[in-house]
């Protein structure tokens, strides 16, 4: 939720609010939610929200509540990290997913979290918190454990002075023990989050790769606790890691 002086926002700050009262918990909301969410009072945001409806950024539904609307997604399609990535990916993540038929992501970093960009799930596949387009924080995850090992030290030093988010009893919640953990990542060349973000799911990621040798992304296939032991499954996820970064290399070469 967004709160603030209102009288000295910006245009579009406030449209950005708006769009902002929207996330995996709430996908469906009233004017006077989005109202109360924004930190806007209920005349602009009725106005507000009417423009970003005629756009196609807002959808309103049978109930009259409103959600995000396709232009959107249209927009957030032609994003560099999202498309490009995800069909230079996809061919692999679909290898991934035929030998394992459990969840197979491909994730980026952004700010402290990882944002999703594409998932593939097996119909008897664990429920899990991540979903295309979501976030979570990046210590708590395969993938995100991967993006923190190899992003600039800068980065890595804030995000280790930031509060670290403990999920489960086995979220690594403690700076020191998440330094150690990412240089063991980066000898490795994999991750595995065990039970990090809930107990019944491990998680086993790897490196993807840009033409400048960048870690731009991570690939992760997510099991039951109980299910593939992770040993088994880092060749086939480094395999397909290093595959989406030759396609990604022979893109940019063509």
Request: net charge positive; glycine share 10%; with cysteine.
């Amino acid at each position: 939720m967004t709160t603030g002086n209102v009288a000295g926002r910006t245009v579009t700050s406030r449209v950005l609010s708006l769009l902002g009262a929207f996330n995996g918990e709430h996908r469906r909301l009233s004017l006077s939610q989005i109202s109360r969410r924004a930190g806007m009072p209920l005349a602009t945001t009725h106005r507000l929200v009417g423009e970003l409806a005629a756009w196609g950024a807002l959808e309103r539904d049978a109930d009259g509540r409103y959600q995000i609307g396709l232009r959107l997604f249209e927009v957030a399609a032609l994003a560099p990290r999202g498309l490009g990535l995800r069909e230079a990916a996809m061919p692999y993540l679909e290898d991934l997913y035929e030998a394992t038929h459990q969840h197979v992501q491909l994730a980026v970093l952004e700010g402290s979290d990882v944002v999703y960009v594409e998932r593939l799930s097996g119909r008897g596949a664990l429920v899990v918190r991540s979903r295309v387009g979501g976030r979570l924080p990046a210590h708590a995850t395969g993938v995100g454990l991967v993006l923190l090992a190899h992003a600039p030290r800068a980065v890595v030093e804030e995000y280790l002075a930031g509060p670290l988010v403990a999920f489960t009893p086995l979220t690594i919640a403690d700076p020191g023990r998440l330094r150690t953990t990412l240089a063991k990542v980066r000898r490795a060349g994999h991750a595995v989050s065990d039970r990090q973000v809930q107990m019944n799911a491990v998680s086993v990621a790897a490196p993807v790769r840009d033409v400048e040798g960048r870690v731009v992304a991570a690939l992760s296939v997510i099991v039951p606790f109980d299910g593939l032991q992770p040993s088994a499954l880092v060749p086939a996820v480094v395999t397909a890691a290093c595959g989406i970064s030759r396609t990604l290399l022979r893109s940019a070469a063509a």
